[in-house]
T-cell receptor, first 111, second 114 residues
């Protein structure tokens, strides 16, 4: 089944404790992206990647890191999480011009 | 700067009513793509449609239709004869050609009451 998977789906952590949210797609898509969704703000793009080793900043990259060492994986790294990074995170992939396929979301709480 | 505005935060309608969700965008680019996504209460994001900036033809898919007007920078979405299953948050989004930087609107929550 074609899909985008994210892990974990739920995470509660404390300020400053490094964490990684994994994202994997099995559709051989070149493009992948990370978003955060906050009430009243919609979806905001954090980082995106157009191919292996090619990444670029979205609208809200501060406090996040990404890497794209393999085509299928695009992990999101929070080196020192803060409470303002509490949010719902979505990973997405796309073959190109068309639709993005979204993962199920990761709900992160930073205490 | 690019921007997508969904001025309607929440809309409530009674089942079988028609409803239009507004989307206004700003861009200086001549080639761009517009999208609509649906987020039902279960939380997943579902693609509905993509439109290229050079194709102003309106599109109909069952009870859904989209009206793209470059003159007013709008890409509105109409649901005809709404159903309870249409209850969701709907997002309008834009991407310029040559980049994968997406701009989403803040979403419109649609409640369809039985």
């Amino acid at each position: 089944e074609a899909q985008v998977t994210q892990n974990p789906r739920y995470l509660i952590t404390v300020t400053g404790k490094k964490l990684t949210v994994t994202c994997s797609q099995n559709m051989n898509h070149e493009y992948m992206s990370w978003y955060r969704q906050d009430p009243g703000l919609g979806l905001r793009q954090i980082y995106y990647s157009m191919n292996v080793e090619v990444t670029d900043k979205g609208d809200v990259p501060e406090g996040y890191k990404v890497s794209r060492k393999e085509k299928r994986n695009f992990p999101l790294i929070l080196e020192s999480p803060s409470p303002n990074q509490t949010s719902l995170y979505f990973c997405a992939s796309s073959p190109g011009k068309g639709e993005q396929f979204f993962g199920p979301g990761t709900r992160l709480t930073v205490l | 700067a690019q921007k997508v505005t969904q001025a309607q935060t929440e809309i409530s309608v009674v089942e079988k009513e028609d409803v239009t969700l507004d989307c206004v965008y700003e861009t200086r680019d001549t080639t761009y793509y517009l999208f609509w996504y649906k987020q039902p209460p279960s939380g997943e994001l579902v693609f509905l449609i993509r439109r290229n900036s050079f194709d102003e033809q309106n599109e109909i898919s069952g009870r859904y239709s989209w009206n793209f007007q470059k003159s007013t920078s709008s890409f509105n979405f109409t649901i005809t004869a709404s159903q309870v299953v249409d209850s969701a948050v709907y997002f309008c989004a834009m991407r310029s050609s040559g980049t994968y930087k997406y701009i989403f609107g803040t979403g419109t929550r649609l409640k369809v009451l039985a």
